[in-house]
């Protein structure tokens, strides 16, 4: 059966941008005098003898973090339209403003800097956080949707989203920087997961692997039971009846392929 595979860059972009927007960050950390973890935000590092390394790295992550997240929503396909939406549209926001807290402050117009700096920030942190606990959701309701067929996602990828949801609450209560830390460093670990599992989706995914072999059966009879639903109400043209035509083939492959060698 032939299985293309498409649309890697964007996942190759996720990958790159989220590892070279930590290096640099950590690169930030060490080379600013005195900076404290406990007591220092992260902004706090656009003001150091560091902030270009600062600048590049939150450049870097929301200018590849678009086309990641555009991708991301076309991976998470029939499941909740809507909600996939709105976490792509919020999605695109948080990355352009991520981009924008890289800005480095004007010694000239500092009130009107930060006033804008911390904004952006607060649109970066709040987008982010909405959009991680939205895709999560999706990721969490994809792993049983019969009409899902892309990456499957791992559930503590999910759990983490939710993680990350609470932590940002937390922030906003005890506006410790420790905490910002922690729900940056969350982030940047669900943003990497991500992206690599749907990295090795797009290299290494054969239709039907998901299933295992004891499974096949049982998974055959649900994709022809929603292939018989769907050609009932004349939906045949739609993409999902390939999907589901060629998980029947493959299944059914496989499972003769098993009687054969017993």
């Known amino acids: 059966m032939e299985h293309k595979i498409e649309h890697k860059m964007e996942s190759v972009f996720g990958v790159s941008g989220i590892i070279i927007a930590s290096i640099f960050l950590v690169a930030a950390v060490f080379l600013t005098p005195n900076y404290n973890l406990l007591q220092n935000t ?8 560091a902030k270009a390394l600062f600048s590049i790295g939150f450049v870097l ?8 997240f555009i991708q991301l929503e076309r991976e998470l396909i029939n499941i909740k339209e809507s909600i996939r939406r709105l976490a792509t549209g919020i999605s695109i926001i948080s990355c352009v403003c991520i981009s924008l807290v890289g800005i480095i402050p004007d010694e000239s117009y500092l009130d009107l800097f930060f006033a804008f700096h911390y904004s952006v920030a607060f649109i970066s942190f709040a987008g982010t956080s909405a959009y991680i606990g939205l895709y ?3 990721m969490y309701m994809g792993g049983s949707s019969i009409s899902y067929s892309g990456p499957k996602f791992k559930k503590y990828l999910s759990y983490l989203g939710l993680i990350i949801v609470i932590n940002f609450f937390v922030l906003l209560i005890s506006l410790q920087p420790i905490i910002e830390w922690i729900l940056t460093s969350l982030i940047i670990v669900w943003i990497l997961i991500t992206a690599i599992q ?25 994709f022809e039971q929603a292939f018989e639903i769907l050609s009932r109400l004349e939906l045949t043209d739609e993409p999902i009846i390939k999907t589901l035509e060629e998980n029947i083939s493959f299944l059914k492959e496989k499972i003769e392929k098993s009687k054969g060698e017993k």
């Open 198 to 222: 749907m990295l090795s989706f797009k290299f290494f995914n054969i239709p039907g692997v998901y299933y295992r072999k004891s499974d096949y059966p049982k998974a055959l009879d649900k």
């Open 61 to 68: 992550a929301g200018s590849l973090g678009i086309p990641f």
């Open 42 to 49: 992260v902004s706090s590092l656009g003001q150091g003898i």
């Open 136 to 138: 999560s959701f999706l």
